[in-house]
Nanobody
């Protein structure tokens, strides 16, 4: 019913910044029923982990490893969620996946966008 499409990944040097975007598209009733939007990431050889999320009401959650460096936000008018990543570290290298969770607890995932932090 809803598609999630990420963009904004790329190659950056340590200390640099990237801004990831994710747009949800579908019926109005489907997108309006999304409660949580956010980002997971999976690095090579590691488990998928939650990076940051934001509810429709504005409550945010961040992984301890990104607090103070990353900012998650959303624009309900555009049905989008963003992740501003600052002071990037090599350990941030991963595939980043946009996700959404409906009030029904159903979840959806984007295709992923690659972030590589290397000098």
């Amino acid at each position: 019913q809803v598609q999630l499409v990420e963009s904004g990944g790329g190659l950056v040097q340590p200390g640099g910044s990237l801004r990831l975007s994710c747009a949800a598209s579908g019926s109005m009733s489907s997108v309006s029923s999304i409660n949580v939007m956010g980002w997971y990431r999976q690095a090579l050889g590691k488990e998928r982990e939650l990076v940051a999320s934001v509810t429709r009401g504005g409550t945010t959650v961040y992984a301890d490893s990104v607090k103070g460096r990353f900012i998650v936000s959303r624009d309900n008018a555009k049905n989008s969620v963003y992740l501003q990543m600052n002071s990037l570290k090599p350990d941030d290298t991963a595939i980043y996946y946009c996700y959404a969770r409906w009030y029904s607890t159903t979840t959806g995932w984007g295709q992923g966008t690659v972030v590589t932090v290397s000098s």
